[in-house]
């Protein structure tokens, strides 16, 4: 079967008055329909840069993307993108703040709004749809952008640290129910990341950054034998150590 999405050779560098700065070198990777890929590396490595070319933010010097078989300018996958902060707006309900993204491109319908509705009840915000964001905590916010992206239908879900504003329970408890929130949905994720902890308990499959200018060090293909395969239940399994332990030397040969 075709991959969803596929990279080849991707090259990318900085250019300012002082001169260059490389950020990717021959990056090459594919991904699978419904599988959740963690990215990892040191920081200021390339993480982000490489969301933002997948997503057609930025073009790539060298090298090419193709989704679903197309390349990516000719492509019509739909790509969701979820960042650091939220960006919930307070004027607007947290119903209405879930219909930003249908508005701005248009697609808003008795069909569209109905699935709006559908998503928070699906995921416990039903009560709140009338609610302004700064009555939500933060978890719940990080629910209710998620929801903003996933009533766009997605086929592939781009997460640039989306749990990073939280505090370590919040994150904790947002991670677990985000990650099973996707699996439900079958959608694929791309998940950047500083947290190792939270690749290994996301993540199908971990890709590991060299130092700038990024190379894929390594692919780590993650597999539990767990009944109920859930972040939660994965920090709890004797693997996760393993992984842990083996992505930490990845990053850190010397320690």
């Known amino acids: 079967m075709e991959p969803i999405l596929e990279l ?9 008055p002082e001169g260059e700065t490389t950020a990717l070198c021959d990056i090459s990777f594919s991904v699978d329909s419904g599988e959740f890929i963690a990215i990892v590396g040191p920081s200021g490595c390339g993480k982000s840069t490489l969301l ?10 060298r090298g090419l ?5 197309k390349y990516l300018r000719q492509s019509t996958t739909n790509i969701g993108y979820m960042l650091q902060h939220d960006h919930l707006f307070e004027w607007r309900t947290v119903y209405n703040n879930v219909l930003l993204g249908l508005e701005i ?13 559908e998503l928070l009840e699906l995921y416990g915000l039903k009560q709140f749809e009338n609610a302004k ?3 939500l905590s933060g978890g719940m916010r990080q629910r ?8 766009l239908d997605p086929d592939i879900l781009l997460l640039d640290e989306p749990f990073s504003a939280l505090d370590y329970q919040t994150r904790l408890t947002v991670g677990d129910d985000i990650g099973q929130i996707l699996r439900q949905a079958g959608k694929t994720a791309i998940l950047v990341t500083h947290d190792l902890s939270e690749a290994v308990s996301l993540a199908d499959r971990i890709l590991v ?14 597999t539990f034998h767990l009944e109920h395969d859930t972040p939660m239940q994965r920090r709890n399994a004797p693997e996760f ?9 990845e990053l850190n040969p010397y320690a």
């Open 8 to 16: 080849k050779h991707i090259h990318y560098a900085y250019h300012t």
């Open 52 to 61: 933002s070319i997948i997503c057609g933010l930025l073009e790539p010097e």
């Open 65 to 69: 993307i193709k989704l679903n078989g």
């Open 105 to 117: 491109q248009h697609m808003l319908s008795a069909k569209t709004r109905a699935k709006a509705h």
């Open 133 to 135: 964001p700064s009555e």
């Open 144 to 151: 209710a952008a998620l929801i903003r992206t996933l009533v």
């Open 209 to 222: 950054l060299t130092p700038r200018p990024a190379t894929i060090a390594s692919a780590i293909p993650v």
């Open 241 to 249: 150590k393993t992984y842990f332990n083996q992505i930490w030397k």
